[in-house]
C-alpha cells in the first residue's frame, strides 16, 4: 500500500511564482529608471534591486525595484514619460519578473 502525503505536505513542495502579469499605472513621482511595486509582490518574485517589465508587442524594460506599501499588490507605477513614449498606456497590463541580467536599468529593448 503507497503512503499517501497530508496536505499541507503537498502545499509545501509548491514552485515560487517567476513571474506575474501586472497593471501599469501611471505616477509622475517615480524617476524614469525606476518602478515602484508592493513588498508583497517583491517578495512573491524575489525582487530585491532590479526588474523586468515586459509589456507585450510593444517592449521590455529593465527598471530599478522601488519597494512601497502603499502600492496595491497587483499593480507597478511607472513614469508615465518613458511609457508613453514607448506607447504603453496607463493600466496596460504588463509582465514583470526579477531580473539577474546586467543591462543598466532604464534600458529599452522594443519587441516589433
Known amino acids: 500500500m503507497d503512503f499517501i502525503p497530508p496536505a499541507s505536505a ?3 513542495a509548491r514552485k515560487t511564482l517567476r513571474e506575474k ?3 501599469i499605472k501611471y505616477d509622475p513621482s517615480v524617476r524614469p529608471e525606476a518602478a ?4 508583497g509582490l517583491a517578495k512573491m518574485l524575489n525582487i530585491s534591486d532590479k ?8 517592449a521590455k524594460f529593465i527598471l530599478n525595484a522601488i519597494v512601497d506599501d502603499s ?3 497587483d499593480r507597478v507605477h511607472v513614469n508615465p514619460d518613458i511609457m508613453s513614449e ?4 496607463d493600466n496596460s497590463i504588463a509582465t514583470v519578473r526579477a531580473y539577474g541580467g546586467t543591462a543598466k536599468a532604464g534600458s529599452i529593448t522594443r519587441m516589433s
Open 21 to 23: 502579469r501586472v497593471r
Open 10 to 12: 503537498l502545499r509545501e
Open 36 to 39: 515602484k511595486l508592493s513588498s
Open 51 to 58: 526588474l523586468e517589465l515586459v509589456v507585450a508587442g510593444r
Open 86 to 89: 514607448e506607447g504603453v498606456a
Open 71 to 73: 502600492v496595491e499588490p
